[in-house]
């Protein structure tokens, strides 16, 4: 019978459709009036209000105050309740995990951070204390609800950034070994088991990626590869528009790649104890590398920014860079290279010009080279849009 059921171009998926395209609308350009939602999605006024009233009442939109200024009775405008759903978003590194929480319109409400735990501490799970990944992560979220007002009830999902990636086949996190108590194959049910939400582990530099796909340098083109050069080094490719992850998650670990002047990084990738131990790409480049090289000039620099504002420091690290930057041209061929990461932006547009210089005659592909635009931790702007994304997915979901 028309309307009960779901096949396409029925009554009910129409209104899905249309109910999902108007959330969109007011998640993207703000409060609007039935009026012009009617016209930016083709609907009639009785339709639209008969839409409008639909998500009120499940909650998903609400009303917020009134157009002022023009002739005539004054128009309500309509909003996507922020309390529709709740998201956290993660950020691992070496130190700890930081943790923000969104409401569903994106904006963040509160922020928290845990310190890592060390080995004594972690070494109380084996005495039946529980995953101490499980309580650093649990403290930083907790703390970033407690901020917001919220409980962990109050939440939808979760998406944490960390080094490496899960291995589809195993469950495993690989290329991290620097991550103790993150390698657990039941990590991903336990971390759900103490937040009570779904959980969702990526890669922290495909993340940084997604968010120059979304609001960075990237959003112009389908084909580009992000390079983050930090404490380690690695890159996220995106091709067709869509992220290339690998048979095991892997791909663009370019941290350990081969290079001429290089040790090579024979241990593997899980074997290695610091993200510039075991030799490849990052001990070249990386933020031991590029302090490395200022010392090496008789500097004695407190931080990357310090040692990138020498010139000559510049001209070395830009070497190295395009050496190993020629390699994946050669392979991918983007459209777009964009290097993020602290050194890459305490470098900034000088390096990225002498990278570009020193590129020429190394790969026949000639991308464009950018640096990151995101402002803040482009980590957790990634982890916050695919939380976002898949919160929205199943709210905005009215079928």
């Known amino acids: 019978m ?45 339709t639209a209000s008969q839409l409008l009233g639909r998500l009120e009442a499940a909650g998903l939109v ?30 691992v590194d070496h130190g700890g995990v930081t943790a923000v929480v969104a409401d569903i319109t994106g904006r963040v409400i509160g922020e928290g951070r845990a310190a890592a735990e060390t080995a004594q501490d972690a070494a109380g799970e084996a005495r039946g204390g529980g995953s101490a990944t499980a309580r650093v992560v649990t403290t930083a979220v907790d703390g970033a609800l407690a901020k917001a007002g919220l409980g962990r009830g109050d939440l939808h999902g979760a ?62 083109h389908d084909d580009f590869v992000l390079v983050w050069v930090d404490e380690g080094v690695g890159a996220a490719i995106v091709l067709g528009g869509t992220l290339l992850r690998g048979a095991t998650g892997g791909a663009g670990e370019i941290g350990y790649m081969p290079l001429p002047g290089a040790p090579l990084a024979r241990g593997g990738p899980d074997a290695a104890a610091a993200p510039d131990a075991g030799g490849g790409f990052q001990s070249l480049v990386g933020q031991p590398a590029v302090l490395g090289i200022a010392r090496g000039l008789g500097l004695d620099p407190a931080d990357v920014t310090e040692a990138l504002a020498d010139r000559r420091v510049v001209d070395e690290v830009a070497r190295r860079l395009a050496t190993g930057l020629a390699a994946v041209v050669a392979v991918v061929d983007p459209e777009l ?30 991308p464009q080279l950018r640096i990151s635009d995101i ?3 482009p980590i957790l702007t990634g982890a916050l849009r695919t939380a976002l994304v898949q919160a929205r997915d199943a709210v905005f979901d009215t079928a």
Not at 70 to 85: I, K, T
Not at 338 to 366: D, F, I, K, M, N
């Open 2 to 46: 028309a309307g009960t059921g779901g096949t396409p171009g029925t009554p009910r998926v129409l209104r899905a459709m249309n109910d999902r395209a108007a959330l969109e609308l007011l998640v993207s350009q703000g409060p609007l009036t039935r009026t012009r939602i009617g016209e930016l999605t083709g609907l009639s006024k009785p």
């Open 62 to 91: 609400r009303t917020t105050g009134n157009v002022t200024g023009r002739p005539g009775p004054s128009a309500q405008l309509y909003e996507v309740n922020p309390a529709a759903a709740y998201v956290a978003a993660l950020s």
């Open 375 to 377: 402002e803040g931790d």
């Open 159 to 220: 998406v944490i950034g960390t080094p490496g990636a899960l291995d589809p086949h195993t469950g495993e996190l690989r290329y991290a070994p620097h991550l103790p108590g993150w390698h657990s194959r039941a990590l991903l049910g336990e971390l759900g088991d103490a937040l009570g939400v779904p959980v969702v582990i990526e890669n922290d530099v495909n993340l940084a990626a997604l968010a120059e796909q979304y609001e960075g340098s990237a959003q112009d």
């Open 337 to 366: 290279v964009v290097l993020s990461g602290v050194v890459a932006q305490a470098g900034g547009e000088r390096l990225r010009v002498r990278v570009e210089e020193e590129l020429t005659g190394l790969a026949l592909p000639r």
